[in-house]
């Protein structure tokens, strides 16, 4: 038997146990302490070995203390989303087994749930049969495969073959997105070698909404992004409608739904998703509004032609198989079994879980909202989704000035913006963990960050 091994995974799990409790009272970010005493490990490379066990002491002892507390209840930082235990449960088993999944013959478990996982998110979603699905780090990585299938698809239509040709010489690409679209979508297309001068930008609403009236005219195929969640204000993009006119040229249109995509399992918030079944590729987060543990991202492509295509590799060593090869499907080779978690969290929500997850999410959102108005604050954003932009009462250093008390309290934790020109504190409902009484005790401590910042 190994020991060494056994005795190893005990004492992760004793630590893991002691952080798991210690949660409910810890401080949602470090205390300066234990910021400092993370010093301790800037230290030279290690000329000798040092005990397994010990290296797990140091990291308790130092790194433990110096976390964001976000698998607790009072994190609304970013959209960083919670953590479900059976997401984390799975992993702690899947990394035990430590897969790789470029190929089906790495490991036949983790190929057979990826398809598991998209047949299932398919479905959940209400996207066209059919629909293709790679699983990669983050959104970022699948906004990238969404848009290098669309880039090449519509070279293709162009006559232009982008995987043997390249972009040299090809011919030119139309590229529109949002005024407000996501910094991930930028660094996408300038990766996509689609840089910043050619993205052409649609107005925005009020609540940072692509107008679909102002689309430029489209004479042709063009790549055009939409949103669904805007990182600030939760709205969606008229997807649908954009989709209708992008199509009638022959274009692509690519939604980023980092965490809206989420909406479509939710028959509450049909209304919101509504029309986004029509576009050509998605992108969404396990690791936001679906609380999975990090890295996990999802990239949907209606035409399963294209999105292979553009992923293909050939090597005299590879082993094809007749089942699932998951790297044909990302940008990626060797990676990490990340389908074991989702599907181990989707199993265990099904679809009225995911459904309860998503509405509960949105319904304290509202009431965080409701709290911090009547209390004074001004929401800045109609709250359609998780995301609450506030601020007191538009007055920019004040406004700052509580966000960076609230920042240091330890009480919750949340970031901040500038939304309409006007500073705000933003907060993003992500976690499954917060309670009613998560946000009571936030909205006291932005009460008491007023109180002092405002001197009275
Ligand atoms: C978070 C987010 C991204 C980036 O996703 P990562 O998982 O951080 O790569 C892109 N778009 C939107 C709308 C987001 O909220």
């Known amino acids: 038997m190994d020991t060494v091994t056994l005795d190893l995974l005990r004492r992760a799990h004793e630590c893991a146990e002691r952080y798991v409790t210690s949660l409910p009272d810890r401080r949602v970010f470090p205390s300066e302490e234990a910021l400092a005493a993370l010093d301790e490990l800037d230290e030279p490379l290690p000329e000798a070995p040092t005990e397994p066990a010990r290296t797990l002491e140091v990291l308790e002892r130092v790194g433990a203390p110096a976390t964001v507390a976000q698998t607790g209840g009072r994190y609304f930082g970013f959209v960083d989303g919670g953590m479900l235990p059976v997401g984390l449960a799975a992993r702690w088993m899947a990394d035990t087994w430590d897969q790789n999944t470029a190929h089906y013959v790495m490991s036949p478990v983790a190929a057979k749930l990826e398809g598991v996982c998209e047949r299932w998110l398919v479905d959940l979603l209400g996207l066209p049969a059919g629909t293709a699905a790679g699983f990669v780090t983050g959104t970022t990585l699948a906004n990238f495969s969404g848009l290098a299938a669309g880039r090449n698809e519509l070279l293709r239509r162009k006559g232009w073959d982008a995987v043997e040709a390249g972009l040299y010489g090809a011919p030119p690409l139309r590229v529109v997105v949002g005024a407000d679209a996501h ?46 969640g805007n990182v600030n204000s939760g709205a969606f993009d008229p997807i649908g409608d954009v989709c209708d006119a992008v199509h009638e040229a022959n274009g692509w249109v690519h939604v980023d739904g980092a965490f809206g995509l989420w909406a479509g399992a939710s028959p509450a918030l049909r209304e919101l998703y509504a029309g986004i079944e029509k576009a050509d590729s998605w992108a969404a987060d396990g690791h936001k509004t679906l609380n999975v543990p990090y890295d996990c991202g999802i990239a949907f492509c209606r035409d399963r032609e294209a999105f292979l295509a553009a992923f293909r590799a050939s090597a005299s060593y590879f082993q094809w198989s007749a089942h699932r090869d998951p790297m044909n499907y990302t940008p990626s080779m060797s990676k990490r079994a990340r389908s074991i978690e989702l599907w181990a969290v989707l199993k265990t929500l099904g679809r009225s879980g995911v459904a309860r997850l998503v509405d509960g999410l949105c319904a304290h959102a509202r009431r965080f909202a409701e709290r911090l108005r009547a209390e004074g604050f001004e929401v800045h954003n ?59 005790r936030s909205v006291a401590a932005f009460v008491a960050a007023r109180r002092r910042a405002s001197g009275s």
């Not at 070698?193 to 925005?204: C, D, K, L, S, W």
């Not at 992500?430 to 009484?437: I, Q, R, V």
Request: aromatic share 4%; hydrophobic share 35%; net charge negative.
């Open 183 to 228: 910094a991930a979508v930028h660094k996408t297309l300038s990766l996509l070698g689609m840089g910043e001068r050619h993205v052409e930008t649609v107005p925005v609403d009020d609540q940072g909404r692509m107008r679909s009236d102002r689309l430029p005219r489209l004479d042709g195929p063009a790549l055009v992004v939409t949103q669904a």
């Open 382 to 440: 109609d709250v359609v989704f998780n995301q609450v932009l506030a601020s007191c009462g538009g007055d920019d250093e004040l406004t700052s000035s509580v966000l960076e008390d609230l920042q240091s309290g330890g009480v919750c934790w949340c970031g901040g913006s500038t939304w309409n020109g006007t500073a705000v504190i933003r907060v993003s409902v992500c976690s499954w963990a917060t309670t009613e009484e998560d946000i009571e």
